[in-house]
Every structure is written in C-alpha cells, then in structure tokens.
C-alpha cells in the first residue's frame, strides 16, 4: 500500500496517492539479461536504442499496463527524477516496505565503525542476495485495499558482523560486487551479464552486437 511507503518517509519524498492505494515493485533477476533483455534488443535492432535496459524494462511495464486496459495504470521508472532532482520514489525503500528485499542500513548496525564519513544503505533479497535490480513501481490510483496486510522482508543478513561486511563492502569496494554475494545465492548474473553492466554505457552496444548507427 502507497501509506506503508508514505510512512516511513519525510513528506517531501510522499507519493501523492491515498494511503489504501495498491502499488507494485517491481525487481529484476538475474535470468532478465537473457529472457528479456537480449530477445528484445533483437527485436529492436533496426529502431534506434539509447539505453537498452530502460527501454526493454519499458517496454515490458508497458506490456503488462495493456493487460488492464479497464484499469488506471501509473508507472514510475527508478531513474526518473523531479525537476527538483530528487528521485520520484526511493526504490529501496519501496522494495523494503513491500517486503521485496530488506534494505540494510547504517543505523541496523550498533556498533557504526565509520565516524564522519557517509554510508549508504543497500537491499538484499533472500534468493538473489544483490544480484538483482528494482526496476519500478505500477500504482493503481483506483484500486484500494483497506485489508492488504503487511509482510515483513526476510532479514538474511541477520548479524551485526555481516552487516557491517555488506556496508563495508557496498560503500568502499562496490566495483568488486563481493557485497552482491554476502550471503549464499541461489542465482547470480552470468559472466556476460556481469561485463555488459561493467563496462561504460556508451560502450555497451558492441556487446550487445549493435551497429554505431542503431545506437
């Protein structure tokens, strides 16, 4: 429900929905590289693609949008940003609250080693670990649900220790994605997937085997 979100959040990050409002998140695992994103970069190839992710995560939002044509549907992408430049929702926060995947958190630590210097939280879902992304949010305005209740998301990094770990290693040696398998994954990205989302973005094209000119 959009008032879970809106709960736990200043009012300036609220998304403008009563609170009964039934919401979405929506993740992507790690089987999306091959199941989605590589059929539809063929299907596109001769149409002019920017960013493939975005555009292949919009195009499938959209096509779930289609299956409820009597519905309102609103979708909010996690890239897209207030002219304010904030984000137009916190996508781990969303995650956490819908009980998707739990977002660990300087203050899930008690004993914070880190002093002054500023420390970012990071979710992490029972099955994937961090091999996974939130992609967006679906609302439906004129779908309310007074009785849906909350579950709560599986804490997988339950000790005080790993936690500091998965914050030590997000913060300071993301590159290395050794946060990504704090604890025991039953899925990860393949080799390939892993090289396409490390290499710069204007370069990720000749892997995916697009031209210059569809890009």
Known sequence: ???WYNAVLQPAFHL????????FVVL????????????FVNKERLKIIRDPVDQCVSHHFSR?????????????????ILPSRKPKFLAQTAAHVAGAAYYYQR????LDPWGKKKIYGVCIHPKYGGWFAIRGLLLFPDIQVPFLEQSAPVDCVST?????ELLEQFNFHWQDGRYRDIIEVKERYSEEQKAYFATPPAERFKLLGLTQEAQ
Do not use: C, H, N
């Open 16 to 23: 403008p929905y009563p609170d009964d409002t039934l919401a």
């Open 28 to 39: 992507s695992t790690p089987s999306m590289f091959d199941k989605a994103l590589k059929p």
């Open 1 to 3: 429900k959009v008032g």
């Open 160 to 164: 005080e220790e790993k936690r500091t």
């Open 107 to 110: 203050r899930d630590v008690k």
């Open 64 to 80: 779930v949008k289609e299956k409820f044509p009597d519905q309102k549907v609103d979708i909010i992408f996690d890239y897209e």
